[in-house]
C-alpha cells in the first residue's frame, strides 16, 4: 500500500499549482466581503448597450455549465500531459490574479440586476438565478472571471495535440466553442455582468494567449497520443535540477 501511494503521488506530483487557489479563494473572499454593493469607492460599470440586453432566463444553462467546463477541461489535462496541465495553470491563474489585482485597486461593480419579483412568469431557472444572486454579489465584475476562464480554457483544449487525432475529438472542439459562445453571452442575458466585462474579460485572454502560447511555452514539445512524454520538464527548467 505505501508503495501504491508513493508511486500515485509521483505519478500525479504536477497537481501542485493547484496550491493557487488557497490564494485566490480568501483574496476573493475578502473582497466580496470588503467591496459590496455599498462600498462609497465602487466604480459602476455601465454602456448603452447593457440597457438594450433583454434578461433571459434560459442562459443560466450554459452559466452553470461553467462551473463543469472548467475542471473538466483541467482534468483532461492533468490526466493527458503534464506540460499541458502546466500551460493551462499558468494561463488561468495568471489572469485571475490579474483580475484581483484590477478588482483591488479599481473595485467596481453593475447596477443592472432587474428584479424579478417584477417578471411575468415563474420557473425554476429563474429559481436558479435567484439563487445565484444571492450568492453572488454584483462587485468584482471587470474583467470578468467567468468569461476570461471560459477562453482560456477552450484555447487550451483546442490546442492539445490530443485533440487532434479523431472525428470524436473534432466534435468535442466543436462543442466547447459553442458552450464558451453561450457562457460568455449568458453573462450579458442573465445581467450578470456589463458587455464591458465581457469584453474586457476577452482582451485579457487574448492578450495572455500571446504571453502564455507565444513566449512563455514558445519552445515547449508537447508530444501527441502516440508518443511517450518525456519526465523532463522543458518550461519549469528548475523541475530538471536534481
Known sequence: MKNFLISKLNKYSHAWPLLYFFIYM????ALEHNYDADYKGLHW????????MPFCEVFVIPYVLWFLYIPAVFLFLFYHSKKEFYRICAY???GMT?????????PNGIQLRNDLA????????????????????????C???????TIAAHICLIHSPHMQYSNTRSKIKKFSLVLTILICLSTIFLQQHSI??????????LGLYFLVFRVMFKNTVFP????IEPDKHQVLLFLNKK
Open 98 to 106: 490579474i483580475c484581483l489585482i484590477i478588482y483591488t485597486l479599481y
Open 224 to 227: 501527441g497520443p502516440d508518443r
Open 45 to 52: 460599470i455601465h454602456c448603452a448597450l447593457d440597457d438594450i
Open 143 to 149: 474583467p470578468s472571471i467567468h468569461v476570461f476562464a
Open 118 to 141: 417584477t417578471l411575468n412568469r415563474s420557473n425554476f431557472l429563474i429559481d436558479i438565478v435567484q439563487f445565484l444572486r444571492t450568492n453572488d454579489t454584483p462587485t468584482n465584475v
Open 196 to 205: 464591458i466585462d465581457l469584453g474586457c474579460g476577452a482582451i485579457l485572454a
Open 92 to 94: 488561468e491563474f495568471i
Open 26 to 29: 480568501p483574496w476573493f473572499l
